[in-house]
């Protein structure tokens, strides 16, 4: 303590100062405290009030994020059923065309099977009619060979005139025997 007592009388020595109210340093320090203190005052104001500017508008933008984010969680939950109504439909739209197609492939089928009895009744008839075309067409030409058999018979054992008559009235008579 003592050489601090003895810097300070040295400086008292060397500056004349002989207390420290008298030392500019001092009076410079005062009046920057009351200038700080007088400019706190008024810049205090608008510092708290840029402050409370900036703390209402993040509270603004919190709020405006509050209700964006509760209108894209409702967005994602319409979203989301939305998604599960498409779903449901899908698997509707699946089954329908699942049933559609069975039952198209049913009937196409039993098409087929009707359409191929249908062409086996058409081939069974066209079948028996040529059976039955080719029936008269051997009875015709019989009847024709017979006809002229029995012709060349009745005209070598008969005369022409009567063998003539004869021929004529079993033409005649010979559509009503074959049948």
Request: charged content about 35%; aromatic content about 4%.
């Amino acid at each position: 303590m003592l050489a601090h007592a003895q810097m300070v009388e040295g400086q008292e020595a060397a500056y004349g100062y002989a207390h420290f109210w008298e030392d500019p340093t001092f009076w410079v320090l005062v009046a920057t405290v009351i200038f700080v203190a007088l400019v706190w005052r008024k810049a205090r104001a608008a510092i708290l009030g840029g402050l409370d500017a900036r703390i209402e508008r993040v509270r603004t933008e919190i709020d405006d994020a509050e209700k964006l984010k509760v209108e894209a969680q409702e967005m994602l939950a319409e979203a989301k059923r939305k998604q599960a109504e498409a779903e449901k439909q899908t698997e509707a739209i699946r089954r329908h065309a699942q049933e559609e197609a069975t039952r198209l492939s049913e009937r196409v089928t039993r098409n087929l099977e009707e359409t191929l009895k249908r062409r086996e009744r058409q081939a069974r008839d066209r079948i028996a009619q040529a059976e039955e075309q080719a029936r008269r067409e051997v009875q015709a030409t019989a009847a024709d060979v017979a006809v002229a058999a029995a012709r060349r018979i009745i005209r070598d054992s008969l005369g022409a005139e009567k063998a003539r008559v004869l021929v004529d009235a079993s033409i005649r008579e010979l559509p009503e025997k074959l049948h």
